[in-house]
């Protein structure tokens, strides 16, 4: 059955251990694995059948009404109206978080897209198949230089250990321990560095750096590493222990190019040390957006004074991936 009207909801993401090892250059070599999670804040996307079948109304950032795909400005609608061979559309996106921040908001617009581009044409598509759909826009048709674990994870939702194998299959096994993750979750924190960009130039560079430097593949190893160690811990309800390996994180990202980090974010790091955090690391491939922290109640408090209470997004973990909310036949 086609409908007149969709609208899907789509989970943004924090990652705690093992970015980077999602990237085709690493995991081709060595298979990659990360530890992330979905997050209470989301993408919406409202595509309804636009009146004048030849043309489509694009409501982003910017509004473009066009009448030929090749004319269309935003990449990712572009590719996914090629990929669905659809058309004659009003496509309208709102998030609950500004774009580029670093919690995979291109990724979570991506696979909402193409979650109410199926389903407006009554196709239920499965979370692996809009996963790895998404990858193949954002990848292979737009070229953007990133890894894979955000389409899985904004697809999927939950908190997930993600492999990425050598033969590019996906594995994803979901840590199904409802009990030790809402106590996790009442120590994690987001703080807001009031820096929204591009990370286009960061990630280009991470992925040259991959390519030509072998130090950067023992990084990544060890980056890897981590993950089942962070799980081990968070198993034991360490905490304290989990932040540390975050911290550990966060010191082996900034080896990979000089944007990561700066005197600005140092700075924020050093303060969370003070304050008495367990652990923090900036979110995404770095150089803006949010630090994850992970922290008791009594350094929450501390901090949101220090950084101001409006600074700071308390969060919950999302159980459901994206998902239809709303169709109108």
Known sequence: MKYKTIITKTPLRI???GGGTDFVDFYKKNDGEVFSGAINKYMYLFVNRYFDKEKCLLKY???ELIKNLKDIKHPLIRNSLKLTKLWGLDINS??????????????AFTVGLLNALYSINGQTKSNNFLAKNACHVEIKMTGSP???????????????????LKNDS????????????????????????GLYMSNKKILSNFMNNIKKKKKNYRD?????????????????????????????????KKKFTNDVSNKYFNEIFVNLQKLGVYG???????????FLIIANKDTQNKIKKFFFKNKIIDLKFDHSGTKVIWKDA
């Open 15 to 17: 990652s705690f251990v």
């Open 61 to 63: 950032s910017k509004t």
């Open 94 to 107: 709102v998030s609950d978080v500004a774009s580029g921040t670093g919690l995979a908001s291109s990724s």
């Open 146 to 164: 990133i890894g894979k674990q955000d389409q899985f994870i904004t697809s999927y939702g939950g908190v997930n250990n993600i492999k990425f």
């Open 170 to 193: 996906v594995i994803v096994k979901k840590f199904n321990n409802k009990k030790i993750l809402n106590e996790f979750q009442k120590n994690l924190i987001l703080l807001d560095t």
């Open 220 to 252: 990544l190893i060890e980056i890897k590493k981590l993950v089942s160690l962070f799980k081990h811990n968070l198993m034991l309800k360490d905490f304290k222990s989990c932040g540390e390996i975050l911290n550990y994180n966060w010191e082996l």
């Open 280 to 290: 923090a690391k900036l979110l995404g491939a770095g150089g803006r957006g949010y």
